[in-house]
């Protein structure tokens, strides 16, 4: 069973970076797609964008300018930065697999943007 | 981008009756890549229906999904006090990927 963690700080200051990585367990990282995907408190899901093992990649044209997914292979992660955020980037970020729909997804991890 | 709506927002059922939740899709979903979740408070999606019909590994029978082109349904025949959450639908025809807005469906 492929599980899926998020790690990173749960709090970061406006104009700032958000960084975020996701260690993926229970299988390879080789041969799949890989995705962020956000739900800022009390509302819905937003795609941020994928990543394909080999490093090609797909972003939302909302968050496109702000957004680098990268993976690393040899330690079965892939990472999330996101420039300049602001109070509206305050969600909780999941990781998930992508095979077209999302089958495995992490637990989650709040990022509140604040002074 | 394709714009998901989903109705109702708010579905109130009781145990044992039958929930129907739409999602209307802007334009045509490419080769019906409509998909289905299950959100519980504090919990991540899960992966209810892919391909508008197809059941997800360990998923009860008691949830179905249907239609095509801009139209789809996610059906769950007899609710169970564990069914009470919110449902969203996603397309992966077009990028960007997109999700609908949410349907609560509540005692």
């Known amino acids: 069973q492929v599980q899926l963690q998020e790690s990173g700080p749960g709090l970061v200051k406006p104009s700032e970076t958000l960084s975020l990585t996701c260690t993926v367990s229970g299988g390879s990282i080789s041969s799949f797609h890989w995705s962020w995907i956000r739900q800022p408190p009390g509302k819905g899901l937003e795609w941020i964008g994928y990543i394909y093992y080999s490093g090609n990649t797909d972003y939302n044209p909302s968050l496109k300018s702000r957004v680098t997914i990268s993976v690393d292979t040899s330690k079965n992660q892939f990472s999330l930065k996101l420039i300049s955020v602001t109070a509206a980037d305050t969600a909780v970020y999941y990781c998930a697999r992508w095979v077209g729909h999302f089958d495995f997804w992490g637990q989650g991890s709040l990022v509140t943007v604040s002074s | 981008e394709i714009v998901l709506t989903q109705s109702p927002g708010t579905l109130s059922l009781s145990p044992g009756e039958r929930a129907t939740l739409s999602c209307r899709a802007s334009?045509?979903?490419?080769?019906?890549?409509l998909a289905w979740y299950q959100q519980k408070p504090g919990q991540a999606p899960r992966l209810l229906i892919y391909?508008?019909?197809s059941r997800a590994a360990g998923i009860p029978d008691r949830f179905s999904g249907s239609g095509s082109g801009t139209d789809f349904t996610l059906t769950i025949s007899r609710l169970e006090p564990e069914d009470f959450a919110v449902y969203y639908c996603?397309?992966?025809?077009?990028?960007?990927?997109?999700f609908g807005g949410g349907t609560k469906v509540e005692i």
């Open positions: 996603q397309q992966y025809g077009t990028s960007p990927l997109t």
């Open positions: 334009q045509s979903v490419s080769s019906n890549y």
């Open positions: 391909g508008a019909s």
